[in-house]
């Protein structure tokens, strides 16, 4: 049995539109799977900067209370926020306490007023040129 050159030249059309669909949608895979890939990572910077967000309120809170409720102001010029493990995941907070008296009395009254500015800067562990680091930084004025 002969076959005809009709149905040969089918069937080579046929594989190469084979090919040609596999190839397509080969390549729409990718697409989607580094689309996907992309929205992940934004999704987890996003997440961390909501940490650091927290975490810098965190430090000015943390300053706050060094220098308002405790019997001894302590006001350090720089330390770090001791953080329990897993609380603020991999978040250092350095909390600057910057203290300015002055003898202008805010209310009436004797006495000295002293004002602290006190900034908190929390940053993820990495270096500030890798893609996944994030910084945010709080600042607050308390008298005392």
């Known amino acids: 049995m002969k076959r005809s050159h009709s149905n040969q030249t089918q069937r080579g059309f046929a594989l190469i539109a084979a090919i040609v669909l596999i190839?397509?949608?080969?390549?729409?895979?990718?697409?989607?799977?580094?689309?996907?890939?992309?929205?992940?990572?934004?999704?987890?910077?996003?997440?961390?900067?909501?940490?650091?967000?927290?975490?810098?309120?965190?430090?000015?809170?943390?300053?706050?209370?060094?220098?308002?409720r405790q019997p001894?102001?302590?006001?350090?010029?720089?330390?770090?926020?001791?953080?329990?493990?897993?609380?603020?995941?991999?978040?250092?907070?350095?909390?600057?306490?910057?203290?300015?008296?002055?003898?202008?009395p805010l209310v009436p009254g004797p006495g000295t007023v002293t004002v602290y500015q006190i900034t908190a800067r929390a940053f993820s562990g990495g270096n500030p040129t890798s893609p996944d680091f994030v910084e945010r930084t709080k600042t607050a004025v308390f008298s005392r």
């Open 23 to 68: 190839v397509v949608l080969a390549a729409m895979a990718g697409f989607v799977a580094s689309m996907v890939g992309g929205q992940s990572a934004g999704q987890q910077l996003e997440r961390l900067s909501g940490v650091a967000e927290m975490a810098a309120q965190t430090g000015v809170e943390w300053g706050a209370y060094q220098v308002l």
């Open 72 to 104: 001894v102001v302590s006001c350090a010029p720089s330390s770090i926020l001791p953080v329990l493990p897993g609380s603020l995941g991999a978040m250092t907070v350095t909390v600057t306490c910057t203290p300015s008296p002055t003898t202008e």
